[in-house]
């Protein structure tokens, strides 16, 4: 199966922390990647997590438990230019990457 | 530099026209991808190149046909179209399968 699921939409204030949520069911697991995609533009690389544990890089930090199938994307200190919608991706063997539903976040000042 | 590009950014054609959107890196990246996106939906996988040699081919329709010519490019052949079709086309690469992959602007096709 190949079921990656985040939630469809949320919201939150400029100056804040959010975590994204990704549940993910593939099979052939080899890593996990955060994409952040602004309307009509392509995706742009954010983190990719293979080991279980925590990625910080500056503001965004990305968690994975393999054991739970499981991984969020933190952001602190919000900005009014991180609304995006972000995207969770799968490897599933060695080149196949799956695309979760994506979550659509609105930063409100 | 981790850039992609595409041309052209948009594109109208009919449906029994024939038209080929191009794609072009410079990373000296072994792997290339076609992917296609509908509005408010998840990129979806179409085709992966791995050392200029399809790799993968997800049950695309016959009118997609990808091409590499070389290492840096990949085009994609558009022939008699479906008004369904229409969506952005988005190109990526990665050094080799499995590694990060970095994505072009894309091409916003409408099919009339």
């Known amino acids: 199966g190949q079921n990656i699921d985040q939630p469809t939409e949320m919201t939150a204030t400029e100056g804040a922390i959010v975590q994204i949520n990704c549940t993910y069911q593939?099979?052939?697991?080899?890593?996990l990647f955060w994409y952040q995609q602004h309307a009509g533009e392509a995706p742009t690389f954010l983190s990719y997590?293979?080991?279980?544990g925590l990625e910080e890089k500056g503001r965004f930090s990305s968690f994975l438990s393999r054991s739970k199938g499981y991984s969020y994307l933190l952001l602190k200190e919000l900005q009014m230019k991180d609304s995006a919608s972000y995207l969770c991706?799968?490897?599933?063997?060695?080149?196949?990457?799956?695309f979760g539903t994506g979550t659509r976040l609105q930063v409100f000042p | 530099d981790t850039e992609v590009t595409q041309t052209p950014k948009h594109l109208v054609m009919g449906m029994t026209n024939k038209k080929s959107l191009k794609c072009e890196q410079h990373?000296?990246?072994?792997?290339m991808y076609w992917y296609k996106q509908k509005a408010k939906k998840p990129p979806e996988l179409m085709f992966v190149?791995?050392?200029?040699?399809?790799?993968i081919n997800e049950s695309v329709p016959s009118r997609f046909s990808p091409e590499c010519p070389n290492s840096s490019l990949l085009n994609l052949h558009l022939h008699a179209l479906q008004p369904e079709d229409s969506a952005l086309y988005l190109c990526?690469?990665?050094?080799?399968?499995?590694?990060?992959?970095?994505f072009g602007p894309g091409t916003r096709l409408t099919v009339l």
């Open positions: 990373m000296g990246h072994r792997a």
């Open positions: 990526a690469s990665s050094q080799v399968l499995q590694d990060t992959q970095y």
């Open positions: 997590n293979v080991l279980d």
């Open positions: 190149y791995s050392y200029e040699k399809l790799s």
């Open positions: 991706a799968v490897i599933r063997g060695t080149d196949k990457l799956i």
């Open positions: 593939t099979s052939g697991f080899n890593g």
